[in-house]
């Protein structure tokens, strides 16, 4: 079975940047895809990022691209989200997943619901 746990998350004022990770237990192929996602209060879940947990193909939602950077770390089982110039509509509970088929590492982004396995999240604040 395996878990996934993010941490990394706090507060930031606007324009600064954090560093999410995930790390997983149990072994992950590198075929898998890997995703981060976001939940503000109110809002629906949304995508953020993805790559294969082999680190080929970074993907991004249009809203984050240029700021935020995915990548994995596999001697740690490790995904990690680079945040730089952080906003306040950056705000929300950031979750790592983990797709074992592979098939969201594909196309345009494609809903959690495509998503097998998920972490608990981490929050993220960023002040104005």
């Known amino acids: 079975q395996v878990q996934l746990v993010e941490s990394g998350g706090g507060s930031v004022q606007a324009g600064g940047s954090l560093r999410l990770s995930c790390v997983h237990s149990?072994?992950?192929?590198?075929?898998?895809?890997m995703g981060w996602f976001r939940q503000a209060p109110g809002k629906e879940r949304e995508a953020v990022a993805r790559?294969?947990?082999?680190?080929?193909?970074?993907y991004y939602t249009n809203s984050v691209k240029d700021r935020f950077t995915i990548s994995t770390e596999n001697a740690k089982n490790a995904i990690y989200l680079q945040m730089n110039s952080l906003k306040p509509e950056d705000t929300a509970i950031y979750y790592c997943?983990?797709?074992?088929?592979?098939?969201?590492?594909?196309?345009?982004?494609?809903?959690?619901?495509?998503?097998?396995?998920w972490g608990q999240g981490t929050q993220v604040t960023v002040s104005s």
């Open positions: 997943a983990a797709d074992f088929s592979g098939r969201t590492c594909t196309g345009t982004m494609w809903p959690p619901t495509s998503y097998n396995n």
């Open positions: 149990g072994y992950i192929r590198s075929t898998a895809c």
């Open positions: 790559i294969y947990h082999g680190g080929t193909a970074p």
